[in-house]
C-alpha cells in the first residue's frame, strides 16, 4: 500500500498501536518457520497482508473474535529476536514509507510472557530493535507497559509491578486494553497505581458506550483515552470531555473492522475534531485491519475532508500530548512546524 506523495509527506504520530498488531503476515510465516510453529490454519487464509477470525456479527464478537487471532498470531513469537525483527519492522517501515516521526507502542508483559520473555528481557528486545530503526530513519519511540482488562484484575496487579519493578526509560505510560466488558474500571485501579506512572490511558467508548468513557476519567483521572469514539452518544458527555480537553486516540480503520460503526459517515472523527476535542491517530492492529498510520491519516484526509493543514495539526496534537520528555518533545515539535513552514 503506497501513499499518495502528498500524504506521505505530512509528518506522522503513530499514538495508539500495539506492537503484536504490527506484525505483517510475512514476519509470522518466517519467524513461524524460525522456531519451528505450526500456525492455527485459519489465521492466514485472508488474502493480502492481513490476517482472519471468526466472529458474530455485534461488536463485541468482533472485537472477541479479533482479539484471539491477535493471540493467536502472537503465539509464533517466541524469544527475544522475534520482538526485536518485530519493533525494527514495523519502525522502518512507518518512518521510510510513511513520513511516521513518532510511534508511541503499547506493549504487554502478559504477551512477553508467552513469549517466554521476562519483561525486562523483552523490553532490551524492544530496545534493540527500535535503536536500529532510530540510527536508520530518526524515528522516536515510547512504550506504554499495558495490561489486559480480561486477563483480570490480578495479572494486571501484576503488570503493574513489574513495570515499577523495572523502570526503562523508554516505558513512558501506563494503559489498558482488551474486552471492555470484562471487569469493573475500578478493579483495575491497583494496576495503574502500582505502576507508579503518572502517565495514563486506557481503552473506553470502543466497544461499550458513554458510560466506560466516564468510568475510565473518572476512576483512573486520565485525559487520553484509547477510542472514546462512541462518547459522540452522549452529548454532555462530549460538553465534559471538552472541559478537560480529552484527547481521544481515535483509530478509524479499527473502528471500522470491529463493527463499531458501519459507514465512514457514521464514524465521529470530523465532528469530534470539529468539536474542539485534541484528536490524535492511532493505527491499534494495523495487519489485522488492513491499515497502516499512513493510511489512517489519508482515510482522515479522503472520508472525512481533512486539509493537509489539518493532517498537521493531528501530529501536533499527539507530539503534544506524548508520554514523552521535554526535550524530545520540542525537536518532534520542531520538525512539524518545519513542514507547516514549507508547505
Ligand atoms: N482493542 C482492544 N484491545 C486490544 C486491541 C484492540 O484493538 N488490540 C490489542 N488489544
Ligand atoms: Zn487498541
Not at 180 to 196: M, Q, V
Request: aromatic fraction near 8%.
Amino acid at each position: 500500500m503506497r501513499l499518495p506523495e502528498h500524504i506521505r509527506r505530512v509528518p506522522k504520530a503513530d499514538l495508539h498501536v500495539h506492537l503484536e498488531g504490527t506484525i505483517t503476515p510475512d514476519l509470522v510465516k518466517r519467524i513461524a518457520h524460525r522456531n519451528k510453529i505450526k500456525l492455527p490454519d485459519e489465521l492466514l487464509k485472508r488474502e493480502g497482508q492481513t490476517f482472519q477470525w471468526k466472529e458474530d456479527p455485534t461488536p463485541l464478537g468482533s472485537l472477541r473474535g479479533f482479539l484471539q487471532a491477535y493471540d493467536d498470531a502472537t503465539k509464533v513469537l517466541r524469544g527475544a529476536q522475534d520482538y526485536t525483527d518485530l519493533t525494527y519492522d514495523y519502525l522502518k517501515r512507518s518512518a521510510e514509507e510513511e513520513n511516521c516521526i513518532y510511534a508511541e507502542i503499547m506493549v504487554s508483559a502478559d504477551h512477553g510472557a508467552m513469549a517466554k520473555l521476562s519483561w525486562p528481557d523483552m523490553l532490551a528486545a524492544i530496545t534493540r530493535g527500535y535503536e536500529k530503526a532510530k540510527a536508520e530513519t530518526g524515528i522516536e519511540m515510547r512504550l506504554i507497559s499495558t495490561c489486559v482488562r480480561h486477563y483480570g484484575p490480578e495479572g494486571a496487579l501484576k503488570v503493574g509491578e513489574l513495570t515499577r519493578a523495572h523502570p526503562h526509560p523508554l516505558v513512558t505510560g501506563f494503559g489498558m486494553a482488551g474486552d471492555e466488558t470484562a471487569f469493573k474500571i475500578a478493579d483495575f485501579l491497583p494496576a495503574y497505581e502500582a505502576s507508579g506512572l503518572k502517565n495514563r490511558t486506557a481503552h473506553a467508548g470502543e466497544a461499550t458506550g458513554p458510560a466506560t468513557v466516564r468510568e475510565a476519567r473518572d476512576v483512573l483521572k486520565i485525559r487520553r483515552f484509547g477510542h472514546m469514539v462512541r462518547a459522540i452518544e452522549d452529548s454532555a458527555l462530549m460538553d465534559e470531555q471538552k472541559a478537560i480537553n480529552a484527547v481521544p486516540e481515535v483509530c478509524v480503520s479499527s473502528n471500522m473492522a470491529l463493527k463499531v460503526f458501519t459507514d465512514y459517515r457514521k464514524h465521529p472523527l470530523r465532528k469530534f475534531f470539529d468539536a474542539g476535542l485534541k484528536v490524535v491517530l492511532g493505527s491499534d492492529d494495523p495487519t489485522f485491519f488492513r491499515t497502516s498510520i499512513g493510511r489512517e491519516y489519508q482515510i482522515a484526509q479522503e472520508k472525512f475532508a481533512f486539509t493537509e493543514k489539518e493532517l498537521a495539526k493531528l501530529t501536533r496534537n499527539a507530539i503534544e500530548e506524548a508520554f514523552i520528555d521535554e526535550p524530545t518533545r520540542a525537536k518532534l515539535l520542531q520538525r512539524v512546524d518545519a513542514f507547516k513552514a514549507a508547505a
